[in-house]
């Protein structure tokens, strides 16, 4: 099946541009999905179809896929960024949709 | 305003069985596939589980094909994960999510605040 890899954490300043990588086997002709999740909380979606954001989420969020790559880009890190952080794809060979096993991001 | 309200968790032995629920509001259910995700104690996310806006169509996670199903009631509203021969690695956060766009199957764009499950003797 296919697999997706995360960084388990990332750590960042505030002010500073965090970046967080997903991995996964010629991901770039995969559509990627990014949630942020902070604790006690369900997951929000922070960018969609690559690079995409829905309403409400700050341009700060954006999305990158290519290669063998996915990276979510968060510009100017806040402390209310600190959160886990997910990819997701359809894997249309399995029929099956994969999530990432996630990043901790920590605003130092 | 969309609403996604799950029930029916709770402590169940192993071996045992246990429906969920999934109580929508806000929108026009049967335009939407769904899914069910679940999450262990400190762990990350796992996709439980797709059904299509009319039903016809379901994918499950290999972790649970053959014990899960999913399925819905349109004139309910309501969306159901029937869980059975329940396995210790069973137990999480169960939510209830809502794809973004109507007639798709891709991201997830509403989620249910989850229910718990705790699978023990």
């Known amino acids: 099946s296919y697999v997706l890899t995360q960084p388990p954490s990332v750590s960042v300043a505030p002010g500073q541009t965090a970046r967080m990588t997903c991995g996964g086997d010629n991901i770039g002709t995969k559509t990627v999905h990014w949630y942020q999740q902070r604790p006690g909380q369900a997951p929000v979606l922070v960018v969609y179809?690559?690079?995409d954001r829905p309403s409400g989420i700050p341009e700060r969020f954006s999305g990158s896929n290519s290669g063998n790559t996915a990276t979510l880009t968060i510009s100017s890190v806040e402390a209310g960024d600190e959160a886990d952080y997910y990819c997701q794809v359809w894997d249309s060979t399995s029929d099956h949709w994969v999530f990432g096993g996630g990043t901790k991001l920590t605003v130092l | 305003q969309v609403q996604l309200v799950e029930s029916g968790g709770g402590v169940v032995q192993p071996g045992r069985s246990l429906r969920l629920s999934c109580a929508a509001s806000?929108?026009?259910?049967?335009?939407?596939?769904f899914h069910w995700v679940r999450q262990a104690p400190g762990k990350g996310l796992e996709w439980v589980a797709l059904?299509?806006?009319?039903?016809?169509?379901?994918y499950y996670a290999d972790s649970v094909k053959g014990r899960f199903i999913i399925s819905r009631d349109n004139s309910k509203n309501t969306l159901y994960l029937q869980m059975n021969s329940l396995r210790h690695e069973d137990a999480g956060v169960y939510y209830c999510?809502?794809?973004?766009?109507?007639?798709?199957?891709?991201?997830?764009?509403?989620w249910g605040r989850g229910t718990l499950v705790t699978v023990s003797s």
């Open positions: 806000g929108f026009t259910f049967y335009t939407f596939a």
């Open positions: 059904i299509s806006d009319d039903g016809t169509t379901r």
């Open positions: 999510a809502r794809v973004s766009v109507p007639g798709t199957v891709g991201d997830i764009g509403s």
């Open positions: 179809d690559d690079s």
